[in-house]
């Protein structure tokens, strides 16, 4: 029964990854490889800490959002003057970064060692400690998280960031500030980003730099390619389908030694055939146009 | 010491320029971000590593079929992937993302038949040669005789034959090019054979010296791209330079810093080229209504 919690839980953190990630990718049109970046800085700002100056967890939650926040008006505000394939690239460039910080900054983050012993979270004197409690806490704070997307994208700002990204320069010449509002589509999905990141930290109570590589972005990009964006449904079942995967793959009983490799050749895969035959995803709305 | 690392940081970018070249040749001409350009190094680092070190061929011969058949590959590529794209009118965000995937796809096939380990394909310990208080192995003197033979020809190819005004005019302006009477697609194989073959030139040449493992064409490419903008996007030449300058660089990093912090000097580099001079060292300001992408 806790293989099953197990994956629920890490279908919760990813939900929160895919759905803020949709909000830059799916509403605003700004393709960034830099999610698991803000990922990590969650992580890493919360157990940091937690650890070090004992702080509970819901103002190191706090603190990792207002981090990820602050950390991504660094790249938002320069960068998103600059068009298509080259705000990718910065984008890809600011991961890497995060990644050689988080990676050899040893005296803080304690580098490729990683940081051991991460306090499960306790909220208001509500200890959360097994496995089946840790799926209810993430899955209260996927839907808080996912209400709270669904809310923002439906609102005006939603609204105003679909014209964007469908027509940059006509929602311009409505009076519509174009960098502010991408400014703040970057600020809330990085801040949702960390929250991820802090449930991570908290389930698996160890945290190393290899799990917000680069590829970490491309996977979390995949799972919204995959499922579809532009709405809430697409990345959801992205989610669940990319998390379900892998374990499919054990039932069928390949080698271990492969069976990262054949995943992520079926995700490559999956990602050639989608952007060629549907390039909305299994159940999204912007078709990437 | 001061020109031994100077010496080093060039050598090291005559390696990020082949890559870079190849990549410049694809980017420039048919605008597609080719992320799948470092799958193709890593490809031809096993081919000829299946070659050389397996079947116990000749040097030259294994470099030839690798160069021969990551030339295929190259053309293969794009008459599978991108030129079905390109013809339903898909964005170039389309196309960067199929190229993620293909880069996942090639990757993970190779890491699934070879393992992950890194294979040694010289094994030998490499003759040096000292000039003065430099000194430089065997494999560093060809890798800068390779570049600049290769640069040469290229630049004559561009500036002095048909099929280097062919290819200059399909950057400058692909639709012209097909009402020339050219077909397009013939220009993009051929893009992308030279383009490909220039990735595995460096792919054999850093292999011998280094080694290889399944990751190393996301590191040449992600070097060869950020050469390729701080040089200049459009412009050959500023591969090759943007590259030589990347390359001294990072061995000045190495020296003053410290080796771990190489890819955060690289790409803080590549975010600020990006931020300030996105035209890159070479290139010319252009006005709004002119600027391409």
Redesign the interface.
């Given at each position: 029964m806790n293989y099953v919690f197990h994956l629920l839980t890490m279908i919760n953190i990813y939900t929160i990854l895919a759905l803020s990630l949709n909000l830059l990718v799916g509403y605003t049109g700004l393709?960034s490889l830099s999610h698991a970046a803000f990922y990590g800085i969650g992580a890493y700002i919360s157990t940091l800490f937690m650890m070090n100056i004992g702080l509970p967890f819901l103002p190191s939650l706090f603190l990792a959002i207002l981090g990820s926040v602050l950390l991504s008006l660094i790249i938002s505000i320069?960068?998103l003057s600059?068009?298509?394939?080259?705000f990718?690239?910065?984008s890809?460039?600011?991961q890497?970064?995060v990644f050689?910080?988080l990676?050899?900054w040893i005296d803080v983050t304690r580098g490729p060692y990683g940081i051991s012993g991460i306090p499960r979270p306790n909220i208001l004197g509500i200890q959360v400690e097994s496995i089946a409690s840790y799926f209810i806490f993430s899955g209260v704070l996927a839907a808080i998280c996912a209400g709270l997307l669904y809310l923002i994208g439906d609102s005006p700002f939603g609204r105003v960031l679909k014209a964007i990204r469908e027509d940059e320069i006509s929602a311009a010449a409505l009076g519509k500030n174009i960098p502010r509002f991408k400014v703040i589509a970057f600020a809330i999905a990085s801040g949702f980003a960390a929250v991820s990141g802090v449930l991570f930290a908290g389930y698996l109570q160890y945290i190393d730099p290899t799990s917000f590589t680069?590829m970490e972005s491309?996977f979390i990009?995949?799972i919204i390619?995959i499922g579809g964006t532009g709405n809430l449904s697409g990345p959801i079942l992205g989610t669940i389908l990319m998390i379900i995967l892998p374990e499919i793959l054990r039932f069928l009983r390949i080698p271990d030694t492969?069976a990262?490799?054949?995943r992520?050749?079926i995700?490559?895969?999956?990602?050639?055939l989608i952007?060629?035959f549907q390039?909305q995803g299994l159940s999204g709305e912007y078709k990437?146009? | 010491m001061i020109i031994q690392l100077l010496v080093n940081g060039i050598i090291n970018g005559c390696g990020y320029a082949l890559v870079a070249l190849g990549f410049a040749f694809i980017y420039n001409t048919t605008r597609t971000?080719h992320f799948a350009h470092g799958a193709v190094y890593t490809l031809s680092a096993y081919f000829f590593y299946t070659f050389y070190n397996l079947l116990n061929w000749s040097l030259s011969l294994s470099a030839i079929l690798t160069l021969g058949l990551i030339a295929l590959c190259g053309i293969l590529i794009d008459d599978v992937?991108y030129t079905?794209?390109v013809k339903?009118g898909?964005?170039?965000?389309?196309q960067?993302?199929?190229s993620?995937?293909?880069?996942?796809?090639i990757i993970?096939?190779i890491?699934?038949v070879f393992q992950s380990e890194t294979k040694i394909l010289n094994p030998e310990v490499q003759a040096t040669y000292s000039i003065g208080n430099v000194i430089l192995t065997r494999i560093q003197i060809v890798t800068t005789a390779t570049f600049v033979i290769i640069f040469g020809l290229l630049m004559t190819i561009l500036k002095k034959t048909y099929l280097g005004k062919v290819i200059r005019a399909m950057r400058d302006n692909p639709d012209l090019v097909s009402a020339m009477g050219i077909n397009p697609q013939n220009v993009r194989r051929v893009v992308f054979a030279l383009g490909s073959a220039l990735a595995s030139v460096s792919a054999i040449l850093i292999g011998l010296d280094v080694g290889i493992d399944p990751h190393i064409g996301?590191t040449a490419f992600?070097n060869g791209?950020v050469a390729v903008?701080i040089g200049g996007v459009g412009i050959f030449e500023g591969a090759a330079l943007g590259a030589i300058l990347l390359g001294l660089l990072q061995s000045f990093a190495i020296w003053k810093i410290s080796a771990?912090?190489q890819?955060?000097i690289t790409?803080?580099l590549?975010?600020l080229f990006?931020?300030f001079r996105?035209e890159g060292i070479l290139g010319k300001r252009r006005r709004i209504e002119e600027?391409k992408?």
């Open positions: 393709l320069p960068s600059l068009k298509g394939d080259y990718v690239l910065a890809l460039g600011f890497i970064i050689t910080i990676y050899n680069l491309v990009l995949s390619i492969i990262p490799n054949v992520e050749i995700y490559g895969i999956l990602i050639i952007m060629r390039p990437f146009e | 971000f992937i079905p794209l339903q898909a964005s170039l965000f389309i960067m993302l199929s993620l995937g293909l880069y996942i796809v993970n096939f890491a699934m996301l992600l791209a903008i771990r912090w890819e955060l790409f803080l590549l975010i990006l931020l996105s600027a992408i």
